[in-house]
């Protein structure tokens, strides 16, 4: 898988080949063709394996924070983590997976739809603390959160730009929680 993730995330679905892949592992073509049907099913292992490892690291991010608005932090500070960590299986993912037919219904949807779950629940809490208006749009700010994360992610990253986690993750956090005019 490690091999995998490093070229497809490097190269982008169309330009990795098994042959690559299977040199960077370490073992023949045939020994992957034995495991995966070809290169789609290795590409969504890939991305199976880097979903859950996503998943796993926000869910850790949460459990650690307390409160509504330290774990809303803490998810946003993860999620910007993963970009600056893994910017390639991001890259992969925003501009070539989500626009594949096997995508709906497959289970990296499935993680997918799990992880913004995350966010539900910590908006669940922001509710219940007083912090958070019932009436909110849980959409929206689903939305807002990791649209606007890919969006700002994507400029580094298609710049070749360093992400400073912490930096940003602040800068967006207060952003969303405080809003953008001066009381």
């Known amino acids: ?46 991305l199976d ?10 869910e850790r991010a949460i459990k650690a924070a307390r409160g509504f608005e330290a774990k809303f932090s803490s998810l946003i500070e993860s999620h910007i983590g993963i970009f600056a960590e893994d910017a390639g299986m991001c890259r992969l993912f925003i501009s070539e997976v989500r626009n594949l037919d096997e995508y709906v219904g497959s289970n990296f949807q499935a993680l997918n739809k799990r992880y913004t779950k995350l966010l539900s629940a910590i908006l669940d809490l922001g509710v219940a603390e007083g912090a958070l208006s019932a009436t909110a749009d849980r959409r929206v700010i689903r939305d807002m959160v990791f649209g606007g994360i890919e969006h700002i992610a994507w400029r580094h990253i ?23 005019t001066a009381l």
């Open 49 to 58: 394996d880097f979903y859950t490892e996503v998943l796993q690291e926000g």
């Open 158 to 180: 298609s710049a070749g730009q360093r992400i400073d986690v912490q930096a940003l993750s602040k800068q967006v956090a207060a952003i969303i929680l405080k809003g953008i």
């Open 1 to 46: 898988m490690n091999a995998a993730r490093k070229v497809f995330g490097e190269k982008g679905y169309d330009a990795a080949s098994i042959a690559e892949i299977a040199r960077q592992a370490n073992a023949s073509d045939g020994l992957l063709y034995r495991y995966f049907d070809g290169k789609r099913d290795l590409l969504f292992a890939a």
